[in-house]
């Protein structure tokens, strides 16, 4: 596997599952971060880990979960989703959380929640 | 704040026909640009970047953008569009943060 990996590719989950997103890295990054991509609305960032420290987190609900174990994964837990959080999930690493260094992207996970 | 805006959520050129997609920025300080091209039901992949170096940067697939500080530009351009040139483009900045613009979604008319 090179890049960035994402699993499933597809989901669709009810409001009262629990489930979870898995991204990988195989680039020896340090800095991987959490992206919504929603129809008509810019990129969204929800969470960023450098060294497997959450920096950021912006404002998003407690629904969503982040865990960072490595500086190669990193998971996205959701439970009680409601359907507005239907959107691309972005997976993202760079070789440091710094403006200057480059994101590489994953395919992404397009979550459904009916 | 830092803010990334693109002119026009959608773009339509003809095959062999110039392509200018338009992004400005606005920041205090120097920032960081640049130009990612998405395909559909995939992740985003950066086409250039500009750090300070040279203004005129060159990417892949022929594409290359100009900073313009006294413009607070960054606009991609293409010589000549192909087919396979149909994507989502997002300009993205970054000084204390990185910020994308909404897209632009490039139409290629044969």
């Known amino acids: 596997e090179t890049g960035v990996t994402q699993t499933p590719r597809h989901l669709v989950m009810g409001m009262t599952n629990k489930k979870s997103l898995k991204c990988e890295q195989h680039l020896g990054h340090n800095a991987m971060y959490w992206y919504k991509q929603s129809a008509k609305k810019p990129l969204e960032l929800m969470f960023v880990?450098?060294?497997?420290?959450?920096?950021e987190n912006n404002s998003v609900p407690s629904r969503f979960s982040p865990e960072c174990p490595n500086s190669s994964h990193l998971f996205l837990h959701l439970h009680t989703l409601q359907p507005e959080d239907s959107a691309l999930y972005l997976c993202?690493?760079?070789?440091?959380?710094?403006?200057?260094?480059?994101?590489?992207f994953g395919p992404g996970t397009r979550l459904t929640v009916t | 704040a830092q803010s990334v805006t693109q002119l026009g959520s959608h773009v339509s050129v003809s095959e062999g026909a110039l392509v200018l997609l338009r992004c400005n920025y606005s920041s205090s300080v120097p920032p960081y640009l640049f130009w990612y091209v998405q395909y559909p039901n995939q992740g985003l992949q950066l086409l250039l970047k500009y750090t300070s170096a040279a203004t005129l940067v060159k990417g892949i697939n022929g594409f290359e953008a100009e900073f313009k500080k006294s413009e607070t530009s960054f606009h991609l351009t293409k010589p000549s569009a192909h087919m396979s040139d149909a994507a989502e483009y997002f300009c993205?900045?970054?000084?204390?943060?990185?910020?994308f613009g909404k897209g632009t979604h490039l139409i290629i008319q044969p």
């Open positions: 880990y450098n060294f497997k420290e959450q920096t």
């Open positions: 993205a900045g970054g000084a204390d943060g990185l910020t």
């Open positions: 993202a690493s760079s070789q440091a959380a710094s403006d200057l260094y480059e994101q590489y």
